[in-house]
Structure formats: structure tokens, C-alpha cells
């Protein structure tokens, strides 16, 4: 599975690392983002080989030139659904991180793109799998500190 990436930003990093430990296959062939040095150098200091991936300067010119299986956007959060809208005019799967908006406007787009496109769509939540939060429910949960 060939998968690009709009902004590689800490929580799309964290969500790469979890489908590369699920070893499905999937790849990142491209990524778009206004750091490509540095986040070259990030991968080459983990040990992975970043001329496997293309980098590009807009998300425009990835999306028209590569073959992609699917889109991660992880943008910072007033872009998402102008990066999302570009995924779904394209009828690729998307992964968005939250929020999908920040503002009105931009949410009604975003229902219109998804509404017109074939693609499938995941909106992001992870903090409830973070080890934090899966604590506060468990004690929450036994009754711990009584009815919440």
C-alpha cells in the first residue's frame, strides 16, 4: 500500500510507527511539508533510507504525480480541511487528524467534498488509546472514585 503524507507532524509520525508495527505492507512514498530537509534527516536518524521517498513542496504536485493508496494529512489543524478537500477531490482514502475544521466554512467544504467522493474518510482520535487516558477510564470505570 502506497501512502502519502500532508504535513509530517508528531501525531501522523506516532500513527506511521503503529501501521509499520501492524506490518501491512504499507509504505510512505511521498510526503509534502514545509520541512522536507529536516524531516529527511529525521528519517535518515532512525536508520530509514528517505530517498525511498519523494519529497515535495506542495500537496498539489504530490497528489497529481504519485500513485497513492491513501493520504495521511497531519497539517497543522487550520489546514486540515483545505489538505482533506484536495484528498477527496481525488477520490483517495483519507486519514485527517482532528479537528477536520476550524471554522464553519471550512467543515460545510469538507461535507461537501466528502459527500461528492467515493473515498473512504478516518478522522483521527487517539488520545483515548493513549496509556493516560486508558487509565483515567479504568479507574473511573471500577468505581473507584465513585459515580462520574
Do not use: W
Request: aromatic share 4%; hydrophobic share 40%.
Amino acid at each position: 500500500m502506497r501512502l502519502g503524507v500532508i504535513g509530517y507532524g508528531g501525531r501522523i509520525q506516532g500513527v506511521l510507527r503503529l501501521i509499520g508495527q501492524l506490518d501491512t505492507g504499507a509504505e510512505v512514498v511521498a510526503i509534502t511539508d514545509v520541512r522536507n530537509d529536516e524531516i529527511r534527516s529525521q528519517i535518515e536518524g532512525r536508520g530509514d533510507d528517505p530517498s525511498k521517498i519523494t519529497f515535495y513542496d506542495n500537496p498539489d504536485a504530490m497528489l497529481d504525480n504519485e500513485k497513492l493508496d491513501g493520504v495521511l494529512v497531519g497539517t497543522r489543524c487550520s489546514l486540515h480541511a483545505r489538505m482533506g478537500i484536495k484528498v477527496l477531490r481525488r477520490n483517495l482514502p483519507l486519514y485527517l487528524e482532528k479537528p477536520v475544521a476550524t471554522n464553519m466554512n471550512d467543515l460545510l467544504a469538507l461535507k461537501a467534498a466528502g459527500e461528492a467522493s467515493s473515498s473512504e474518510v478516518v478522522v483521527s482520535f487517539p488520545l483515548r488509546m493513549t496509556p493516560l487516558v486508558q487509565l483515567a477510564r479504568e479507574i473511573i470505570d471500577s468505581g473507584q472514585i465513585g459515580t462520574v
